[in-house]
């Protein structure tokens, strides 16, 4: 039997404990530049006096739980770097842990850099200079239906739809017979209007000439009102369908990649991000490069939705369960 080959200083150069940690959906509060510290999310952890005894240090990638049970479920050691961490959680080997993490991470297909500047391994949507921006749209399309019948099936209430200006559009142009969405800029101002099409018309989504989805953040200017937790999602139907559940502070990246634009209003306006990308194949894959990029500044959490499902087509109890801790 042949055995997988394994690179373990490569694992433990790529695979920082914060992407372990998203990828666990773990938060933790960020102390200074260098340490996070939060409830040990070993299942070993069984001290309840010692709640927020789990430490991370960020530039030396290691970790420590200075509870009892924890040092005694490990022979007296508090902690380690993150083959041991995901070792723990999993209860298994140093080398399975270091194969589930090169699994998860794609270890030798990304760039082995810890920081800011890791930006491997995830797709770019369009990268542009800082100063280029979006236009000011010239006009609001008039007489948008609200309370079209497609927005109803796709569970999308009139006073949800309203509060987003989308509906059906049944007047002249190119937007003409589609549900459209109006797209605002950090500040609120309209630079777009999307059209989704009501049947099997190509292109699904159309967009204007000249729109750059990678520098803006959909619903950006609404959300920065609602708190520093953010919750991240793909699409238009995927943030009014959160937002509906009651959780306002959402966002939609128009795709399943990040721009450095994107990255950069999240990092500005949030503290914590909670990642629900769809959960097929593309958004599963998605969820930790994204995760991987934001770690190193905010802290970060990847929501699982289940396989095969997009959040607009969860309930708005699941959504609240999902993203709302403590909710169930």
């Given at each position: 039997?042949?055995?997988?080959?394994?690179?373990?200083?490569?694992?433990?150069a790529c695979v920082s404990m914060e992407m372990a940690l998203?990828?666990?959906?773990?938060?933790?509060?960020?102390?200074?530049?260098?340490?996070?510290?939060?409830?040990?999310?070993?299942?070993?952890?069984?001290?309840?006096?010692?709640?927020?005894?789990?430490?991370?240090?960020?530039?030396?990638?290691?970790?420590?739980?200075?509870?009892?049970?924890?040092?005694?479920?490990?022979?007296?050691?508090?902690?380690?770097?993150?083959?041991?961490?995901?070792?723990?959680?999993?209860?298994?080997?140093?080398?399975?842990?270091?194969?589930?993490?090169?699994?998860?991470?794609?270890?030798?297909?990304?760039?082995?850099?810890?920081?800011?500047?890791?930006?491997?391994?995830?797709?770019?949507?369009?990268?542009?200079?800082?100063?280029?921006?979006?236009?000011?749209?010239?006009?609001?399309?008039?007489?948008?239906?609200f309370r079209h019948s497609y927005l109803a099936e796709r569970?999308?209430?009139?006073?949800?739809?309203?509060?987003?200006?989308?509906?059906?559009?049944?007047?002249?142009?190119?937007?003409?017979?589609?549900?459209?969405?109006?797209?605002?800029?950090?500040?609120?101002?309209?630079?777009?209007?999307?059209?989704?099409?009501?049947?099997?018309?190509?292109?699904?989504?159309?967009?204007?000439?000249?729109?750059?989805?990678?520098?803006?953040?959909?619903?950006?200017?609404?959300?920065?009102?609602?708190?520093?937790?953010?919750?991240?999602?793909?699409?238009?139907?995927?943030?009014?369908?959160?937002?509906?559940?009651?959780?306002?502070?959402?966002?939609?990246?128009?795709?399943?990649?990040?721009?450095?634009?994107?990255?950069?209003?999240?990092?500005?306006?949030?503290?914590?991000?909670?990642?629900?990308?769809?959960?097929?194949?593309?958004?599963?894959?998605?969820?930790?490069?994204?995760?991987?990029?934001?770690?190193?500044?905010?802290?970060?959490?990847?929501?699982?939705?289940?396989?095969?499902?997009?959040?607009?087509?969860?309930?708005?109890?699941?959504?609240?369960?999902?993203?709302?801790?403590?909710?169930?």
């Open positions: 039997m042949i055995r997988r080959w394994v690179d373990f200083r490569a694992v433990k998203a990828r666990y959906g773990v938060m933790l509060r960020r102390l200074g530049r260098c340490y996070l510290r939060g409830r040990c999310p070993l299942p070993t952890h069984a001290s309840k006096s010692s709640a927020q005894s789990f430490i991370v240090n960020t530039q030396k990638n290691a970790w420590a739980c200075h509870s009892s049970s924890c040092a005694a479920a490990r022979g007296g050691r508090l902690g380690g770097n993150v083959l041991d961490f995901v070792a723990s959680m999993e209860k298994c080997s140093i080398r399975a842990a270091a194969l589930q993490l090169q699994d998860w991470f794609g270890v030798g297909a990304i760039p082995c850099r810890l920081g800011r500047a890791s930006r491997g391994g995830t797709e770019i949507s369009c990268e542009l200079a800082d100063g280029e921006v979006n236009r000011p749209l010239p006009f609001t399309l008039p007489g948008i239906d569970g999308i209430s009139p006073e949800t739809a309203q509060h987003f200006g989308t509906g059906f559009f049944p007047g002249k142009g190119c937007m003409q017979g589609r549900i459209v969405v109006p797209i605002h800029d950090e500040d609120g101002i309209l630079v777009a209007y999307a059209g989704r099409a009501l049947d099997q018309v190509e292109p699904k989504y159309r967009f204007p000439a000249g729109f750059r989805k990678s520098l803006v953040l959909f619903n950006l200017h609404r959300a920065v009102r609602h708190g520093k937790c953010v919750v991240v999602v793909e699409g238009f139907f995927d943030c009014f369908k959160v937002h509906q559940a009651g959780l306002p502070c959402v966002v939609a990246l128009m795709g399943c990649s990040i721009s450095h634009r994107q990255e950069d209003f999240l990092e500005r306006h949030f503290n914590d991000v909670m990642l629900l990308l769809d959960g097929d194949n593309a958004g599963r894959t998605a969820s930790v490069t994204v995760a991987a990029r934001l770690v190193h500044k905010l802290s970060t959490k990847v929501v699982s939705v289940p396989d095969g499902s997009q959040p607009d087509q969860l309930s708005e109890d699941q959504l609240r369960c999902l993203c709302v801790p403590g909710y169930f």
